[in-house]
């Protein structure tokens, strides 16, 4: 298993240079509802730019994007970005598939991706993206069914959140890669918990939410540094 501490760049030997990485995803990634911190993104941008390691992280999130969406923009949002223009990222942390999840309409309306599509969309992405790096995954989390619909259509349920969930769980197993499974750690803490880190949306987290995320992340082993 892949972590921070041994990363190699290009397949050579183990580089104490700082590591060129992208964050890429939805709004979790983007962060979302945290106006304090950024999102968990950005507090670990942060948190590394102040630690000896100094890595370079690029936030490449995007509200409402689903998995087929960042496959398309994957090779191509990096390219660009200062210290990893026209090369390889050293690292791909990937979080994305809430968006593929709602019931459109109604709570028994179909899924906005289907099972049977986004089994075969997840498993490209992966594919894609570990041609050009190592890369980590950070699970979605559990949404607040109280507050659906969002913007009145879109039904999201933690029955379908945990079929993708485990669909993309087992995708990055078969890959060996690190898979950070939020959705099933927040659901053991309770609802009353659950809640607490949430938005008045249902869908985002609050402040509290993000440093609960950037917290788990930080102290996640694969990514631990």
């Not at 921070?4 to 060129?20: F, G, I, K, V």
Request: charged share 25%; aromatic share 12%.
């Amino acid at each position: 298993m892949q972590t921070l501490d041994n990363l190699t760049l290009n397949n050579q030997a183990p580089s104490s240079q700082p590591l060129r990485i992208i964050a890429i995803g939805d709004s979790l990634v983007y962060g979302y509802g945290d106006k304090e911190g950024g999102g968990w993104v950005e507090r670990l941008r942060r948190h590394w730019m102040n630690s000896p390691q100094d890595h370079v992280l690029y936030n490449l999130g995007i509200r409402g994007d689903r998995t087929s969406q960042v496959k398309k923009r994957l090779s191509l949002e990096f390219s660009y970005r200062g210290e990893i223009r026209n090369k390889y990222p050293d690292l791909i942390i990937m979080s994305v598939g809430v968006n593929d999840t709602p019931r459109l309409g109604h709570n028994q309306g179909r899924n906005q991706t289907s099972y049977e599509q986004f089994s075969v969309e997840i498993n490209s992405l992966l594919d894609q993206a570990q041609e050009l790096a190592p890369v980590m995954f950070v699970g979605m989390i559990p949404v607040d069914e109280d507050k659906m619909p969002f913007l009145d259509c879109f039904y999201f349920n933690l029955r379908d959140q945990y079929h993708y969930k485990e669909i993309t769980k087992q995708a990055c197993q078969l890959r060996n890669i690190p898979y950070l499974d939020t959705f099933d750690l927040w659901m053991s803490r309770g609802e009353n918990w659950r809640k607490s880190q949430m938005s008045p949306d249902g869908l985002h987290p609050n402040v509290k939410g993000y440093e609960t995320l950037f917290q788990e992340i930080q102290q996640w082993q694969p990514i631990f540094s």
